[in-house]
């Protein structure tokens, strides 16, 4: 029972770095979503995705880029890494619009 | 826009006690409603939902009642556990209008139950 998986789990980047969030849903949902969860705070969507090919922003787009080149497949690029883009990313699927949303474990970025 | 209210944190109970953690909700027309619950190191999972006026949602001995004349969801459980404690989310779903029905989420209630 996969569900979201998500990769890395931990990772620590420097100023400037780059990086990619792999994600990835064995259940064949149309809908992913990204999200990032600041400490003591709720879940602000970065950018979504209705089917392959088809990608939107979302509420805190900003120094991100994503791509869904498969239905499986939602990974989340960064590009020059910003300390303020310290923070708890997840992943997340779902069937179609308000079916119940899975998530993945979380990867924990740091900049520093 | 939508936006989630829920009763700050954290909340910390002996175990057996009750527990309710308030949500109050601002959408327009009629929002499905969630609680996420999220234990340490682990991602968001779905505790319980209702998606139309005075549905009552369950699961795990938890409760919520979809309260239209009060915008509110609040989350009830009447004896809680030390394997209850986690943070716990209130979210809402817009109703349908052909895109992605994007979660909006409180900022979450850290829950401790001390044995």
């Known amino acids: 029972n996969a569900g979201v998986t998500q990769t890395p789990k931990f990772r620590i980047l420097k100023i400037g770095q780059s990086m990619t969030l792999q994600c990835a849903q064995d259940?064949?949902?149309?809908?992913m979503y990204w999200y990032r969860q600041d400490p003591g705070m709720g879940l602000k969507l970065i950018y979504y995705?209705?089917?392959?090919?088809?990608?939107d922003k979302g509420e805190v787009p900003n120094g991100y880029n994503v791509s869904r080149s498969t239905t499986e497949d939602f990974p989340l690029r960064l590009e020059l890494a910003a300390p303020s883009q310290t923070s708890v990313y997840f992943c997340a699927s779902s069937y179609s619009p308000g079916n119940t949303i899975y998530f993945g474990e979380g990867s924990w970025l740091t900049v520093v | 826009g939508d936006s989630v209210t829920q009763m700050e944190g954290p909340v910390t109970l002996s175990e057996e006690a009750f527990l309710t953690i308030n949500c109050t909700y601002t959408?327009?027309?009629?929002?499905?409603l969630f609680w996420y619950v999220q234990y340490p190191g682990e991602g968001l999972q779905l505790l319980l939902k209702a998606t139309k006026a005075d549905d009552k949602g369950s699961n795990k001995g938890f409760e919520a009642t979809y309260r239209k004349e009060t915008t509110s969801f609040h989350l009830e459980k009447g004896s809680v556990q030390v394997s209850d404690s986690a943070v716990y989310f209130c979210a809402l779903s817009p109703p349908s209008s052909g895109s992605a029905r994007q979660l909006t989420f409180g900022s979450g209630t850290q829950l401790t139950v001390l044995p």
């Open positions: 259940m064949n949902h149309n809908y």
């Open positions: 995705s209705v089917g392959a090919g088809i990608t």
């Open positions: 959408a327009t027309g009629y929002p499905s």
